[in-house]
């Protein structure tokens, strides 16, 4: 069973940068499909970017051009590099991991998750 740790989230101010990392152990990554989603509080999880085996990206509309899907599969991780963070990007980030080739904006196509890293962008 795979298990995903995401780190780098922390406090920031609107138009600052963070870097997400999400790393895997239990399972080669390079079989996955990954995807980063976030959750607001009073909200659904919703779908950011994700990023195939082959290495093909898709985002949200949301954060496109501000937001950059990335993955190392010699270090079993995926990145989410995060710049022009706005206030409404405030959010619990979570990583999941899908066996499949191409990912999927939907949280149920996802069979492994994070516990979750808190961006709060303060304006």
């Known amino acids: 069973q795979a298990q995903l740790v995401e780190s780098g989230g922390g406090l920031v101010q609107a138009g600052g940068s963070l870097s997400l990392s999400c790393a895997a152990s239990g399972r080669t990554l390079s079989n996955y499909a990954m995807a980063w989603f976030r959750q607001a509080p009073g909200k659904e999880r919703e779908f950011v970017s994700a990023i195939s085996r082959g290495s093909r990206t898709y985002s949200a509309d949301s954060v496109k051009g501000r937001f950059t899907i990335s993955r190392d599969n010699a270090k079993n991780t995926v990145y989410l590099q995060m710049n022009s963070l706005k206030p409404e990007d405030t959010a619990v980030y979570y990583c999941?991991?899908?066996?499949?080739?191409?990912?999927?904006?939907?949280?149920?196509?996802?069979?492994?998750w994070g516990q979750g890293t808190q961006v709060t962008v303060s304006s």
């Open positions: 999941a991991a899908a066996p499949t080739i191409v990912p999927s904006a939907y949280p149920r196509s996802y069979d492994y």
